[in-house]
């Protein structure tokens, strides 16, 4: 009996020591003016895409479907929608067009949210953490479909052209008949 509890044991504590728990860097350190950002790193003149320098920070935020959702909590949570209108444009331009006067690039949004843009897009770069900004940027970036399919979809199902890409029929299955 006394064997077959060690062995019982030892069993377990194999299988234990074989689990391995899925590690995620889910809520970076959100102390104000954390990381290494640079001054501003664009220049505020209009005129398309202009490339910024690349920050090691946005490939953590680009594309990951945690980080736009709590994007897209922070766009309502500092009442974004009051001059981007959920997006569709307002007193503020539209998010979910090709247009963006100073790049479409997660760096461009994030400098355009931190250091703001003449006529009207205040600053937030001292207001707002800058891991947040970030996570806006990622939200903002999805609302014109300029991030990765395999994330998250960024407006809500109201304001898509069609369901939502986990919502739409299984290929496989269109032209059958049941």
Known sequence: M???TLALLAGVAILLTGCQRE??????DPVKGAGDQAVPVTSLAPGGERPVDTDAKAARFADNAFHMSEGK??????????CHSRGGGGMGPALMDDKWIYGSSIENIHATIRDGRPNGMPAFGGRVPDDQIWELAAYVR???GKSSKAAAPGRNDDLMPHPSENRLPDATTLGRSP
């Open 142 to 144: 999805s609302l014109a």
């Open 23 to 28: 590690e995620r860097d889910t809520r970076p």
């Open 2 to 4: 006394k064997m077959r």
């Open 73 to 82: 909590r922070l766009f309502d949570w500092f009442n974004c929608s009051g």
